[in-house]
């Protein structure tokens, strides 16, 4: 039956002054601060504070292996003379629910963006949806500063229902949405301004605006505001927030970096939001705080230390089977990081890291996990071959002490995989230059459980302690 997957593009750049590519097939797009339109990988919060202001890359051929997050279709850059014109369309199956409505159409139920096929009911959804997107992005430049104003309109073969939960009575409902926003960004001597705001059509607006200064030759900052409204809709915006979609949050991120030194780095960033509507297992308006410091010591071109602790306080419904009662409890989670990176010649370098949480919440059993790995990574052959290992041991008391960490992967792929209950997990990933203009990726991971008899449930369970996948990839390029 083939694979689950295809995707492809035909990339054409910088075909004369007023053409400066045209992409057909699948590209991905990213413009302003992300609460529109913003394909692709996209960080949260971090030790990297600048990240807070989005550099948008336009329009970009799509290469992931994430199966909804992307366009398919025709779009190009154009530029006359000050301006930058992208226009896009776009026209993707998605897969989802979809049942016959009492007035003849189609109502969708359910949108799945995970990918997965892997059962008779997820297999029914498979491109079960139509979805078309079409817009445009008109971008003027003019000295430092930068305006942009985007449109997008996305429309579906059926009429999306939203939940009956509480939490969901200002989701998306209907079979189109249009969307209006304005960016910007302009630098003045030491300062970098920028921001956006957007509208959703029939729904609520979404702003956010910050400021990058450097204080001082050794010391920099960063505040940055953000109001998601309730009834913000939206399907592809990805910005700042503590949230996992841009709507329902109000806040304020600032930070701090400061360089004693060219081999002391002390960060640090203290976020306060506000979420002023009712989201899962929160039955009342909640709020709380995200705070991280770091403190790094470096060797010029070697290895560093890096000691970084993190807490962030949310809030719950006091007790997970209650339903709209206002009765919220502190969530507490505090989070130790211990790391040490160095390479040791051109052929070989190291990480590791040493990690533990805690998890505390009125009238549950407090939670702790660690984790603790090694990498290895390896360059041999002149360059031609190139490999890295991972070994790591997790102990956690369960999902609500759970780690995440980073993983390396095949090109245009990467992870944060969550490490809880307790085990071992390794991998080992192998680039390999077969000829000049051809690759070839490979990788294997493997988790290995203790106390376990099997993983997951339904068909997709595993009998066994043991979760293995392989990973493989060719590139030709000419």
Do not use: C
Request: no cysteine; charged share 20%; aromatic share 16%.
């Amino acid at each position: 039956l083939g694979f689950d997957f295809y995707s492809g593009h035909l990339a054409v750049q910088e075909i004369n002054r007023h053409v400066k590519q045209i992409v057909v097939g699948d590209y991905a797009l990213q413009f302003g601060q992300g609460l529109i339109l913003w394909n692709g990988l996209s960080f949260g919060k971090s030790a990297w504070i600048s990240s807070a202001a989005r550099q948008g890359r336009g329009l970009v051929p799509y290469s992931s292996m994430n199966e909804s997050n992307f366009h398919r279709g025709i779009s190009g850059t154009f530029a006359l003379g000050q301006f930058e014109v992208t226009p896009f369309v776009s026209y993707n199956r998605l897969s989802g629910k979809v049942e016959p409505s009492e007035e003849g159409g189609a109502t969708i139920t359910t949108i799945n963006y995970s990918g997965l096929h892997r059962t008779p009911t997820e297999q029914s959804y498979r491109k079960a949806i139509g979805q078309l997107n079409y817009g445009t992005n008109i971008a003027y430049s003019y000295q430092r500063l930068k305006v942009g104003l985007t449109y997008l309109s996305t429309s579906f073969t059926g009429t999306v229902e939203r939940g009956t939960n509480l939490y969901q009575q200002f989701d998306f409902e209907g079979k189109s949405l249009q969307q209006l926003g304005l960016h910007y960004n302009y630098t003045y001597r030491n300062l970098y301004l920028f921001g956006e705001a957007a509208k959703s059509f029939g729904g609520g607006s979404a702003v956010n605006s910050g400021i990058l200064a450097s204080l001082h030759p050794k010391l920099s900052a960063v505040v940055h505001y953000r109001n998601y409204a309730r009834d913000y809709r939206q399907f592809y915006a990805r910005s700042l927030g503590e949230g996992s979609q841009v709507g329902n949050e109000k806040g304020v991120y600032s930070g701090l970096v400061y360089h004693p030194s060219r081999k002391i780095e002390w960060v640090a960033y203290m976020d306060v939001f506000h979420f002023p509507w009712l989201r899962y297992r929160v039955d009342a308006p909640s709020q709380g705080t995200d705070f991280l410091t770091q403190f790094t010591y470096s060797w010029y071109k070697k290895g560093a230390i890096k000691v970084r602790y993190r807490q962030r306080l949310r809030q719950e419904n006091l007790l997970p089977d209650t339903r709209h009662e206002n009765l919220l409890a502190d969530v507490v989670r505090n989070q130790l990081r211990l790391e040490f990176q160095y390479k040791w010649s051109d052929t070989w370098s190291t990480r590791s890291r040493l990690e533990g949480s805690r998890y505390d919440k009125e009238q549950e059993e407090n939670a702790r996990g660690w984790l603790i790995y090694q990498d290895v990574a390896w360059r041999g052959l002149r360059g031609k071959v190139q490999s890295n290992v991972r070994m790591a041991f997790f102990d956690t008391q369960g999902y609500n002490a759970r780690i995440y960490a980073y993983e390396s992967n095949v090109l245009y792929a990467s992870g944060f995989p969550m490490y809880y209950d307790k085990g071992i997990r390794a991998y080992w990933n192998v680039r390999w230059r077969l000829l000049r203009k051809m690759d070839l990726w490979a990788r294997y991971a493997i988790t290995k459980y203790a106390d376990k008899e099997e993983i997951g449930s339904g068909l997709d369970r595993i009998d066994g302690d043991k979760r293995s996948d392989i990973t493989i990839q060719l590139r030709w390029q000419w």
